[in-house]
């Protein structure tokens, strides 16, 4: 039988790919970390590990064994925080993929509250795009999927959503920026700067531009909103985005948000969704609570 104590520092020495960074993070000492390692590759029948002058890389059982410990290390720790709820120490970790333009007006403040009022919990974030978060899901490696036009699937539970209109945002000095309303065919004649095709966003943008017989041919495409507002603040083109993205920017005149024609694009939903199959410990159901009363004040907005 495999040891949990063998899987943890097999699983840093995966991530890591360095014993010695391991050794650090772990504060165990290397030869300590070999020997484990050494009776897992006596265990499974295979080497996992091979050691080279740049460090340490997996050979494909090590990278089969690595992927199902980070799942089974990440179980294991939902099980001790459920057991944690039972006696009431309140105590865990939430694991969040998130779309990068819910973080200033959705999910920073409602972790900065929960940080607060449970000093204990610690959260994991990551940026994702909404199909990367349903296997995220699926896996395990994810509790909360917060993102613009989460696909729908059974096992998919959407715990919450609320609807935003998309606006077109640009300089200030921007020939658009004066009006008061920018239709898609006003749009197609201008440069562009959207996220790929992977994000709900751009195929929501596709389809609307489609149904209006016109074609977004965008300049720039990058997944990145710091790079999307970066280049629209040195008037590199126009974003599409809901104005909760570039609130701040706004406020301080750096950008201008103009309202695109009614009925043209399909309102953002953005969707705050868990695993259906999965039991939720203490941690992820006082952030589902947080995040779902911020996306509340959203919709009342």
């Known amino acids: 039988m495999i040891s949990g104590r063998a899987l943890r520092y097999f699983d840093t020495v995966a991530r890591c790919r360095s014993l010695r960074q391991a050794s650090a993070q772990l504060h165990i000492a290397p030869t300590a970390i070999s020997r484990q390692i050494d009776l897992l590759e006596h265990q499974l029948g295979a080497p996992l590990i091979e050691r080279g002058p740049n460090g340490i890389s997996l050979t494909a059982a090590g ?28 105590t865990g970790r939430v694991s969040l993929q998130v779309a990068e333009g819910v973080v200033a007006g959705v999910l920073a403040p409602a972790l900065a509250s929960m940080g607060h009022r449970h000093p204990q919990l610690r959260f994991d974030i990551q940026i994702a795009s909404a199909s990367q978060m349903v296997e995220a899901l699926r ?57 790929d095709a992977s994000y709900g966003v751009r195929q929501a943008l596709q389809r609307a531009a489609h149904r209006a017989g016109v074609v977004l041919a965008p300049i720039f495409n990058t997944a990145s909103l710091e790079t999307q507002k970066s280049l629209a603040l040195n008037k590199a083109g126009v974003l599409v985005l809901p104005p909760m993205a570039v609130h701040r920017e706004c406020q301080l005149g750096e950008l201008v948000s103009v309202p695109l024609a009614p009925s043209e694009l399909e309102a953002a939903r953005i969707d705050l ?23 509340q004040t959203l919709d009342n907005s």
């Open 63 to 90: 990278e089969l064994l690595a992927a199902q410990a980070q799942r089974t290390l990440r179980d294991l720790e939902r099980v001790q925080e459920h057991i944690a709820d039972l006696k009431g120490l309140r």
């Open 139 to 195: 896996r395990g490696d994810a509790d909360i999927g917060l993102s613009f036009f989460m696909p729908r699937h059974d096992d998919i539970l959407p715990f919450a959503s609320v609807e935003l209109h998309h606006h077109a945002v640009m300089a200030p000095d921007h020939p658009l920026a004066h009006a008061t309303e920018v239709s898609l065919h006003t749009l197609s004649e201008h440069r562009l700067i959207l996220p």
């Open 273 to 295: 969704c868990v695993y259906r199959h999965r039991q939720r410990s203490f941690a992820t159901e006082t952030c589902l609570s947080l995040l779902a009363s911020t996306l």
